[in-house]
């Protein structure tokens, strides 16, 4: 897995073409994120680095109801890659 900006911008874009909105602002959360489930909007920690913000979103999304029919082929490939790697079942 890559550490980079483009690589964090490609995972991104999987919650946002299933309409969920990421933000990122401070705040006091627990585990680096804050999900409002009812308003689709994801409240990452703005203090993280980049791969803080690569390492939240790969635990992050396999927890959201992601639609795979819309998303792009290259997010498909990389949300399947996701679900892989995480220990946390999809829903």
């Known amino acids: 897995m890559k550490y980079t900006q483009s690589y964090l911008d490609k995972l991104e874009d999987i919650p946002g073409q299933n309409n969920y909105i990421i933000r990122y602002e401070r705040g006091t959360f627990q585990s680096g994120w804050c999900l409002l489930e009812e308003k689709k ?3 990452l ?7 803080g913000r690569i390492n939240t979103l790969f635990e992050l999304i396999p ?3 992601i639609d795979y ?3 792009t082929l290259e997010s498909q490939k990389l ?12 829903k």
Do not use: R, T
């Not at 920690?45 to 791969?51: G, I, P, R």
């Not at 949300?79 to 999809?90: A, H, I």
């Open 79 to 90: 949300y399947e890659e996701v679900l892989k790697k995480s220990p946390v079942e999809s």
């Open 69 to 71: 029919d819309k998303l």
């Open 41 to 43: 909007v994801i409240v």
């Open 63 to 65: 927890q959201l109801a």
């Open 45 to 51: 920690n703005k203090f993280l680095d980049v791969e």
